[in-house]
Structure formats: structure tokens, C-alpha cells
T-cell receptor
Framework: KAGVTQTPRYLIKTRGQQVTLSCSPI?????VSWYQQTPGQGLQFLFE???????NKGNFPGRFSGRQFSNSRSEMNVSTLELGDSALYLC??????????????FGEGSRLTVL | AQSVTQLGSHVSVSEGALVLLRCNYS??????LFWYVQYPNQGLQLLLK??????LVKGINGFEAEFKKSETSFHLTKPSAHMSDAAEYFC????????????FGQGTRLTINP
């Protein structure tokens, strides 16, 4: 069974640009979550999607947005990039029942550098 | 709101020695508790979890953790460290039936000395 796939793995942007990251969950998983990982703030929850609907959202500004498609694939977008947005963005998927057992399956992440 | 505190951002042990990584949580209701491991340039992998039942839980790679409600702790242990255990370890908490998200501790980087 293929794991969670995130693209691109690495990218470099400049301040003010926008970026779109993609995540393909494990086949059959309908919940997709996004986390931001930085050395200073650690792992922080961005948002969670299920069946194309955002169910939960973390404390991030509106520049951070996401969506989920009918095949459960998800994208997240960051507009008007700031230096502080440099981070590893992790996507995780789970079957809806699986979440309550803590079984989040993570991708390898997309490392964003903002110059 | 729930929170997780991991004591010690860096822990160093000798190969073959006991590994002890500390985690304390704060939660208004009995939480679910987890340990994840992250190897360099990789995502997170679930080591073990506590939901209900037996308070001593065993995970992969010889790790185990004990849920102690009175101490609000969920420390991770391994009797004998191996070089391949070098990684970053994250303790996390979620609320059963609550928002589907994990709240993570700041992580503990484990170094194994030969």
C-alpha cells in the first residue's frame, strides 16, 4: 500500500510570492491534516479536511488555506509569503475511524524556504 | 485546552543503556496519548499509543510507555539503546471525540553514543 505522498519535497520562494503544496493520502483514507514544523514553534496543526470539507482549523492567519478534492487529495496554499513561513509542511492522512486510535500516517513533508 | 511538555530537548545515552524520554500532559478530560518518531528528512511514524485499557503500552522497536494519570505523565522507555534509535521523538495528545488534531510536545532529540 503506497504511503502519503507530498509534492514538491523542496522548494524555494521569495517574500510576497505564493505557494501550493500537494498531498495524496493513503488509498481509502478520507481525512487529511496539515501541520507546520519549525525549530522555534515545533509541530503546529494547520487544518483538517474530510470529504472535501474543512472540519478543523488551527490558529494560522488567513494567508494559509487548503482544500480537498473528491479523490481525497489535498492542497494547501500560502499567499503573500513571509520569511517566517519557512518550514517543513507535513501532511497526514487517516481513516476516519483510525484517527481516534491516533493512527495518523505522515508524508515526508514539503520543505519550504522563503528568501 | 490540552498541552504537552517534554522535559529535555536533547537526551544523550550510550549504546546499550536505558532510554527514558519524559512527557507530561495537561488536559481537562482523559486524553489519548501518543509517541511519534522522526528520522532525519522523514515524516513522523507512530511508535505507540494509549487510548484505554492497560496503562503500559508496547510499541515498535522495543519501546514502551506507561500512562500515569496521577502524575499526568506518559514517559517513553527502552531497556537497551541501539544506534538506530537516534532520532527526534514527539509526545502528542488528542481528545477523544474532540477536534481531530494532535497537540505535540516540542520534541526530544535522542543521541546514541557508541
Amino acid at each position: 500500500k503506497a504511503g502519503v505522498t507530498q509534492t514538491p519535497r523542496y522548494l524555494i520562494k521569495t517574500r510576497g510570492q505564493q505557494v501550493t503544496l500537494s498531498c495524496s493520502p493513503i488509498s481509502g483514507h478520507r481525512s487529511v491534516s496539515w501541520y507546520q514544523q519549525t525549530p522555534g514553534q515545533g509541530l503546529q496543526f494547520l487544518f483538517e479536511y474530510f470529504s472535501e470539507t474543512q472540519r478543523n482549523k488551527g490558529n494560522f492567519p488567513g494567508r494559509f488555506s487548503g482544500r480537498q478534492f473528491s479523490n481525497s487529495r489535498s492542497e494547501m496554499n500560502v499567499s503573500t509569503l513571509e520569511l517566517g513561513d519557512s518550514a517543513l509542511y507535513l501532511c497526514a492522512s487517516s481513516s476516519d475511524r483510525g484517527f481516534f486510535a491516533g493512527e495518523l500516517f505522515f508524508g515526508e513533508g514539503s520543505r519550504l524556504t522563503v528568501l | 485546552a490540552q498541552s504537552v511538555t517534554q522535559l529535555g530537548s536533547h537526551v544523550s545515552v550510550s549504546e546499550g543503556a536505558l532510554v527514558l524520554l519524559r512527557c507530561n500532559y495537561s488536559s481537562s478530560v482523559p486524553p489519548y496519548l501518543f509517541w511519534y518518531v522522526q528520522y532525519p528528512n522523514q515524516g513522523l511514524q507512530l511508535l505507540l499509543k494509549y487510548t484505554t485499557g492497560a496503562t503500559l503500552v508496547k510499541g515498535i522497536n522495543g519501546f514502551e510507555a506507561e500512562f500515569k494519570k496521577s502524575e499526568t505523565s506518559f514517559h517513553l522507555t527502552k531497556p537497551s539503546a541501539h544506534m538506530s534509535d537516534a532520532a527526534e521523538y514527539f509526545c502528542a495528545v488528542s481528545i477523544p471525540g474532540g477536534a481531530q488534531k494532535l497537540v505535540f510536545g516540542q520534541g526530544t532529540r535522542l543521541t546514541i553514543n557508541p
